[in-house]
């Protein structure tokens, strides 16, 4: 979400099962409020692990996502939630813990936290320590007692908030090394260490590193479900995507004009438009015949543009792997469509300019596979990178 | 010594799913059976599909000549006549 012109919130979360578990007990949810410009962040631990710690963790963090979306009174959300989760048949209690993080367009932020660790702030490469309001409450029909803590305060540019679950402070206890587990105050020193040596590190690498490093810990066979959560408030990186040729001839050097002026990373999807561009820029297009895939066509390389790509069977390749559950990282093999998904997902604002000329050799029937319409499947990537990854997107057909 | 001949392959969109990529893979081969006398480049979209019927792609410049339908088999003989000259 963009705060104003020159801040961006960037939100990513890293999970790591519990050895020998299929499912996660911790669950995070984030979600855009978009007519209130809010970003809304929940982080909740189940009690135990396994299916039923998945239950409980997502109910809790379903719950309190609905209710701060509505601005529902804190602590009577939190007494709801408490209320209503199932009592666990082994330890005859419900229970989950959760942290709410709610950030406005302003940068103001609200962080309600039950239990969880306590989150990190880091700001200009050091910890900050912020002032925790503490709330005593009582739930009478479960005689329980429960504290909140709440912190209000302003983010700024550059700042990074970490919120983890106890799998990451806890991660090898009982070995050797770490016979108390990692610990939050060696928790917080490797935030400041990663932060101060890897300051452009994003948010997603960021939760990475703790998650492989809690990891690490407990020898590869983590004892608890290991969750990090890190939301980066930084200054937008911009992408612009050229693709397509556009309907009228006079408008090529528009397009020329607006990629020679972009501040931001560039590219180009489509072996019309590389030409184009290349004519009205008068720069040479060279196609990189060493990357061979079976599925996507070769991508080429052009001065002063970052990534230069076949257009609609890259285009599509790269649909597909926006919406598969697989992350990118994961993904082995490197081509134009891999290439151009970790170049969105590296980037906070996507502006494309779609030419709207039909190539009818595309639309022949003698073709193996059916081509879509270049106008559709831009629109359903702009989609899935708003709706998924929390990015900005903006279109306009030329 | 002839000077070098280029060989220019499309590999744009209508271009690759026809085929293409089956020539760029014995890029190596082919030019090794010439001793290095043609070279063989890719190209975005040559803009033939335009002109042709997608059924005569790949297009393929050997030199200035374009080739409908190349497959491995036509370029692997065609430079001869462009050597030979």
Redesign the interface.
Known sequence: MQLDKNFFIEVASVQKFKHGQRVCGDTFKSMKVDHDKRILAVLSDGLGSGVRANVISTMTATMAITYSSNKYDNIKAAETIMNTLPIDSVRKISYATFTIVDIDYAGRCDIIDYDNPPFILIRNGKRYEVPIKKYNGNISNLARKYTLNMSRFNLQLGDKLIIFSDGVNQSGMGSNAFPFGWGIVKVQEFCEYLSSKYPNLSARSFAQEIVEHANANSNYKPQDDITCCVINIREPRRLVVMTGPPIDKARDSYLAEIINNFSGKKAICGGTTAKILSRELQEDVEVDITSLDPIVPCSSKMQGVDLVTEGMITMGEALRYLKSKEFIEDVKTENGATKLVKLFLNSDIIEFYVGTKINDAHQDPNMPIELGIRRNTIRRIANALEKRYLKDTKITFV | MNEQIRIT?C????C???GS?EI??Y?DEIEAKYNHQVA??????L?N??DY???N?PFVLVGDELICQANKDKIWHTPIIFIRN
């Open positions: 392959v590999c744009g969109t209508t690759h799913l026809m990529s760029l893979i890029k063989i480049y890719g190209s975005p979209c803009g599909c335009k019927a997608a059924v792609a």
